[in-house]
Structure formats: C-alpha cells, structure tokens
C-alpha cells in the first residue's frame, strides 16, 4: 500500500511516500526550486518520492495532506473578525489566495498529481504527533508537540501506544510559544521562519536581563507550562508585523534593522526568551510526565528544534529518553500524515524495538551515483581525481587534518534542515580559526553563528556530557570538563562578540562561549562512508570529532544535486570537494566567470 504525505502553504512544503509503513523517501520543495522554505505545493517532491518509489499518481493508494484547510480557514477569518477594522491591510493580501487555492485542496492536489483517489485530512498537530511518536523507537511514549500554530492549535501533548496516538490536552491560538520566540526574532531583526536558529546561536553572548519582563508583562506563565500571552504587545493577529509599538517603548526603541551591526541589546534579548523558552519547556514536559506516568517523550513542531531545550529536557526533565523528530517543523508534517493515516486511520500493526527509529537516518532524499556524477564532470569538463573506496576515508581525514575545507557529498540527502553527513561542508574541529573562517569565507553569515560536531557514537562520552546517540543533531550538551581550557581572569570579563575568539577546548571550533556544543553522532550501519571518514581520522590524527555544517551559504537551501554542489563550491571560499569518489581541488578548476560574486547575491536576504 502505497501513501503520499503532502504538507503545503506555510513554509518549508514537503512530500514523503510510505509504503506499507516503510518510509521510502522524504524531502522539501525547497531542495528542487532553491527557494529557501519554499511554501509552494510540493509538486517537484511528489514527483521525486514516486519516483523514488518506482510508481506513478494513479498507483497510489492515499493522499494524506497535513492539516485542515478549512479549519484554519476559519481561523483566518475569525481572527480578522476579532480584530476588525484593524487588519484590513492584510485580510485582502490573504483571503484572494485562500477563496482562489488553498481551500479547495482536493482539486488541487488532483489538478498537480493526476490523483482522484482517496485523501485523508489529519489535524496539524496530530500530524506532528504522528511524525514524532509513529517514527520514534518506542512502543508507547508521551509527546508534546510546539510550534507557531496549525489550525487553532498550538501546542499539545498526549500518548502514544502501539499504533495509536492520542492528544490530552492542547493550547490555541493567538497563544503560542512559536510566535513568541518568532516576535523577538523579528525584533532582534532577523527573518521570521528562518532567522530563529540565530537567535538561538546568539544567546549565550547575552544576559537574560530581560527575562524577568518577559515573564511579568509578556506572559502569564503557569506551574504546567501553559501561558497566556498579553496581546497588545504583538501585532501578528491582524498586523504585518510580529510586534507592536507597546513592545517596542517595553524594550526600549524599535526593532533592530536588517543587516544592521548586532549590539549586546539583541544578545541580551536573545538570551532572555531562550530562557523563557527553556523554562517553558520543562515546566510542560514535566506536567506530561505527572499526567501521563511514560517514561519516554517524543517531540516535533518548530519549537522542537530548539536543541537547547531539548538538550535541558534530557538532562533535568522527568523523562528517561526523549526522541526528537529530525524534521520537526512543517515539512515533517508530510511524513507525520502518511504514518497517520497508516497506522491510526488503517489500524496496521507497529512493532517497535526501543532502540532504533524508523527514519534510516533521515537520509530519505535523492542520490546520485558514480556514473551520474561523472557524467557531470565530464559534460562541463571539471577537473576531478578519482578515489578509490579504500582510499577516501584517508585522503579526506588528511585533508581536514591539514585545515582544508571540504563539500562534502556522499549518498542520498537529507531530509529536515540539518546536514548529517550527506550534504555537508566539514572541517578541523581543532582549529582555533576554523569557525571564523567557515562562517565568513564560506557560509557568508554572522559570525556568532556556532558549528556542530559529527562524533564517532561510541566516543561521545569522551568529548561530552551525553550518553546516548544524538544522531539528528538536535541536542545540546556540555564540553566534558576534560578538554575544557579554563578562562583567564581577563577572558572572564568579556561580553558579546569579544567572547568569540576565545579557546575554550582542545574541539575549539564546535565549542560555543557557554561550552556547549550541538552533537551529533554518527554509526556505522547509518552512514558508513561518513563514519569511516571520521574513524580515519580519529586513527591517524588523534580526534573523533569533526566540523559539519550544512552544504549551502547563507539564504539558499542545502544542495540537491551535483550541479548545486559545484556551483556553491565554486562561489565560496571551499577548497576541496568530495562527490561519491571523485575529489576536485579548488586550485584546478577554471572560474565561472563574472557570476561569481555568491556574496552579493545573498546579502540582503
């Protein structure tokens, strides 16, 4: 039996098929258009999970669509009502696009797949909940799942046993932990749905001056996590805007303007909510815990990539293991339908071994072969070096050890925003320069932003507190005191940005100011040749741990394909790129030619 997920017309649209419960493949819209979170129907996914699956529209079985259009239609239109004459402006920017398309998603999805069959309709979060507790690897677990909003819903937690869930308990919009942390990114002058990792990331240079407000006149936050947001200091209901200008004179001046330097304000602002939303996570995970007596948690919604308070959960919440959807924001909501739809709405069986997920990684995406690649090479006429399977992981392992920086593209790419060793850039996590120069000569961003370590699994405990797998790259945990340099007196005094360069381990270059680090492991069985990389140079350089990040620059979606790899290798400051088993060096290849300026191009996004 053959199940399409389709999650669309918020952001980061996505497909995923299912086949008999197997998850066949996944992926974002975004990776086939290059338009970063790209919001548009997942035509071009659709076709890559059928094909991927060997099949066409008409030998699918269920078309499973992420949430309710109609629903969230009424909420549109109830909250325009609410606020009305206010929200005028933007009532008649939405309702022509909802009245044209996004209501009559049947015959949209007929029109874009050539389906007439069966399609079923989970609510949005009972599809992160799906995504989260159907392809996690326990056999019953609570959840939570948190994000902006779906329909009305905001957050909810509930159980899972088997092949049900259940929802408990949920919060509705306009009260949302989502759009909080989203607000004080588009105060702190990043983008709303793309710009809160930074926020994230630029937290530990701040102080949480601000918390102590954002807790009195913010929020009303109760001893379970939920809250009530006061909202005449925000403008999302009915405005264009995250924020209202009562939010501004409460922290004194106007948002930040894009591009513009970031001060120790938006530090401090940055660290205030990142608190606010860690307090608020474990005030409702152990709430979960009391009501429903699990000892595991699943979580998925946009909020469940905050790796900080994921990382908090683990470490101080009630729950003896947590499981993270990797695709957790909406994208995953594709996946979380069509496991819906097979195991709650089909009623099949699921078997669960406690130890291993259902996600093969997530490197559900597409892949190229040798030949393909090659043929690529040949046809722009690159110059490559071949590299025999046995001579890779050494040649590769010298090359970082030597501080070069390496595209990294090897297997079927990921699915979620996180490269795990398909479609990565990688590095020397020893050198003190490295994150600097990978921010600014290679990624082109902030150079506050941290990097991840990729650690061999069975050496995690080594180099940090944890001990477990965090394969997805969505938990954040301590430097063990080990390797850790303690502070000068002076270094002690510093703030913000001053704190950067400063050396706080042997693993410089993944260790953020406060000493941690967003971890993610990596085994054999998942990602051979990315582990037997990383074990090569564990064996001749004395490090299990290396730099990986994501196979894009700033504002473009992580590479899909070949030629999207060597176009972002040729518009950066890489040296070296690895596709299958061919190496191409930087210094041999001819320039692209007066479209070269990736830095430009991107700057104002």
């Not at 056999?139 to 408990?168: H, P, Q």
């Not at 990040?549 to 473009?556: A, D, H, K, Y």
Request: net charge negative.
């Amino acid at each position: 039996m053959n199940i399409l997920g389709i999650s669309a017309f918020y952001h980061d649209s996505a497909a995923c098929l299912v086949r008999d419960g197997d998850i066949v493949a996944a992926a974002q819209e975004e990776r086939f258009t290059r338009k970063k979170h790209d919001f548009s129907f997942p035509a071009n996914a659709a076709r890559y999970c059928l094909a991927a699956g060997g099949i066409s529209a008409g030998q699918l079985d269920y078309v499973a669509f992420y949430d309710k259009p109609f629903i969230k239609f009424e909420r549109i239109l109830e909250t325009y009502l609410a606020y009305a004459p206010c929200g005028l402006r933007t009532f008649v920017m939405a309702i022509p696009l909802w009245v044209k398309q996004k209501l009559w998603m049947k015959e949209l999805i007929k029109k874009e797949l050539g389906y007439d069959g069966k399609m079923i309709f989970p609510e949005h979060h009972e599809s992160h909940a799906a995504s989260a507790f159907f392809a996690s690897p326990f056999g019953r677990a609570a959840f939570l799942t948190i994000d902006g909003v779906g329909e009305w819903t905001t957050t909810s937690y509930g159980a899972g046993a088997d092949n049900k869930i259940e929802i408990f308990s949920e919060m509705h919009f306009p009260h949302s932990l989502g759009l909080l942390y989203s607000a004080f990114t588009y105060y702190t002058g990043f983008k709303v749905n793309s710009g809160e990792y930074k926020v994230m990331g630029l937290a530990p240079y701040g102080r949480p001056l601000y918390k102590d407000l954002i807790l009195s006149e913010l929020m009303d936050l109760k001893e379970d996590g939920s809250f009530k947001l006061n909202m005449k200091y925000f403008n999302y209901c009915a405005g264009l805007t995250m924020t209202s200008g009562k939010f501004d004179k409460l922290f004194g001046g106007p948002p930040r303007e894009p591009e513009s330097q970031v001060t120790q304000r938006e530090m401090d602002l940055a660290r205030s909510v990142q608190d606010v939303t860690e307090e608020v996570m474990l005030r409702m995970s152990r709430h979960i815990q009391r009501e429903t007596g699990e000892k595991n948690l699943c979580l998925a919604g946009g909020v469940a990539l905050n790796c900080v308070g994921n990382g908090r959960i683990l470490r101080e919440g009630p729950f003896a293991d947590i499981w993270i959807q990797p695709a957790a924001g909406d994208a995953g909501g594709a996946l979380g339908a069509a496991l819906f739809v097979w195991y709650q709405y089909l009623e099949n069986k699921r078997i669960a071994d406690g130890k291993n997920d259902f996600m093969k990684a997530s490197l559900l995406g597409p892949e190229f072969s040798n030949n393909e690649i090659l043929d690529y090479l040949k046809a722009g006429d690159i110059p490559y070096e071949e590299l025999s399977d046995a001579a890779l992981p050494e040649r590769i392992a010298d090359l970082i050890a030597a501080e070069k920086t390496m595209g990294w593209f090897c297997g079927r790419m990921e699915f979620g925003p996180r490269a795990l060793g398909a479609r990565s850039i990688i590095g020397d996590a020893r050198s003190p320069k490295m994150q600097e120069v990978m921010n600014l000569k290679i990624k082109f961003r902030e150079s506050f932003r941290p990097f991840a370590p990729s650690v061999l699994r069975e050496k995690v405990a080594d180099y940090f507190q944890l001990d477990r797998e965090s394969p997805y790259m969505l938990i954040v945990a301590p430097v063990q005191d080990e390797i850790r340099r303690e502070m000068t007196g002076e270094e002690e005094k510093l703030f913000g940005l001053d704190k950067l360069h400063i050396v706080r381990s042997s693993i410089p270059a993944v260790t953020h100011v406060d000493y941690s680090a967003r971890v993610q492991t990596v085994e054999r069985q998942t990602n051979p040749v990315y582990y037997k990389m990383i074990e090569k140079f564990q064996e001749k350089h004395h490090c299990p741990v290396i730099i990986n990040t994501s196979f894009n620059v700033r504002g473009e979606p992580i590479v899909c394909t070949p030629q999207d790899a060597y176009r972002c290798f040729m518009r950066t400051n890489m040296d070296y790129l690895i596709m299958g088993n061919y190496l191409l060096n930087k210094e041999s290849q001819q320039p692209l030619g007066k479209d070269t300026d990736w830095r430009k191009e991107f700057e104002n996004d």
